[in-house]
């Protein structure tokens, strides 16, 4: 083997090891300080990741399957993925356990899901050889232990576009540069047009100041007596079937993180569930039941609107019985919470 050629493929190991170590701070990020190292995996549980294509063009959407067969008793979760994992950017991640279609027009999973099925679809907007990273998965098992595993790395080419004759870019041309006109009072039109238009703005700030000061201050907003109107006009429109499930589901969780912002004293709007559970297990005087009651509330909503699961009657009640639960517990925290945002 010429020394050329030896050159090239340590370069080339080098470099789909150093993106897998890269990627590996996908996992902290995920489970956050509470969560352990990796663990092996335990014997009965076998993770199967599917991608198509495996040899793909810059930007075609990548789909990656992710079958985890486990014993009975056993439940896996994989963390909200963010927009970046190594050098591909995350497209859509459906987390499972089950997920409906195979994402091509005419095209069916090569085989079933089995146990928990999840979905990643991702791009990358460079050529070469690259490495999809670890991804963190959490197994319960039957007698309540976590366990936390990662999936192998999944090994994908990108190619170019370009391809035949068409194997090369055209070069751009240089831009015309168009002459300037030199006539300087059009200038000073268009600089005394700034400076009045300026003055004018200016002068309306300072009269709309000034008339906002004299008026009364409005009351404080009572946030959880809107929020429990709300819950109650959602409920009594009765419980959802069939196409009504998920839109039902997204109001109501809308609702609990307003609950959950005002009792609390955290920003909820434009967070995950993951984020919501850290901002909320940072505070103090919060035992891990009511923890335990918000964060399955939360779940049990993401999977009626990303993995399309469809709840029965007697979960419909238990989100709605969660809910008031979580109402009654914000308005006694709320006054603690009015101290930290006053």
Do not use: N
Not at 103 to 119: D, F, K, L, T, V
Not at 202 to 220: D, G, H, I, T, V
Request: positive net charge; proline residues 10%.
């Amino acid at each position: 083997m010429s020394p050329s050629k030896t050159g090239i493929r340590t370069a080339r190991f080098l470099q789909t090891w150093t993106r897998v170590i890269l990627g590996l701070p996908l996992l902290a990020a995920a489970w956050g300080q509470t969560d352990s190292a990796p663990s092996e995996i335990p014997p009965g549980v076998h993770i199967r990741i599917e991608a198509v294509p495996r040899i793909a063009t810059v930007g075609d959407p990548i789909r990656l399957d992710f079958y985890i067969e486990m014993p009975a008793g056993y439940r896996a979760e994989i963390p909200a993925m963010g927009h970046q994992a190594g050098d591909f950017s995350i497209l859509e991640f459906l987390p499972g356990p089950a997920v409906s279609g195979s994402g091509q027009p005419g095209e069916r999973p090569s085989s079933p899901p089995a146990g928990h099925h999840a979905r990643i679809v991702a791009a990358v907007y460079k050529t070469g050889p690259f490495t999809f990273p670890p991804v963190p998965i959490r197994l319960l098992t039957s007698e309540g232990k976590r366990i936390i595993v990662s999936s192998p790395p999944v090994a994908i080419t990108i190619q170019s576009v370009l391809a035949g004759k068409d194997s090369g870019l055209i070069d751009l041309k240089k831009q015309v540069e168009l002459p300037e006109p030199s006539k300087w009072h059009f200038r000073l039109a268009a600089l005394l047009a700034a400076c009045a238009a300026g003055a004018l703005a200016w002068l309306f700030w300072k009269r709309r100041r000034a008339r906002a000061s004299s008026l009364p201050e409005p009351p404080p907003l009572d946030v959880l007596g809107a929020a429990e109107s709300e819950l109650r006009s959602l409920l009594a429109r009765g419980f959802p079937e069939d196409r009504q499930v998920k839109p039902f589901y997204v109001e109501l969780s809308e609702i609990v993180k307003k609950i959950l912002g005002a009792g609390f004293g955290v920003q909820t709007a434009e967070r995950t569930t993951e984020e919501i559970m850290e901002a909320l297990r940072r505070g103090t005087g919060r035992s891990p039941q009511e923890m335990e009651i918000v964060e399955s509330f939360l779940v049990r909503c993401d999977l009626v609107k990303f993995a399309k699961y469809v709840p029965s009657t007697a979960e419909h009640q238990y989100a709605a019985d969660a809910a008031f639960r979580m109402l009654d517990l914000s308005r006694r925290l709320l006054p603690a919470a009015q101290e930290v945002h006053p």
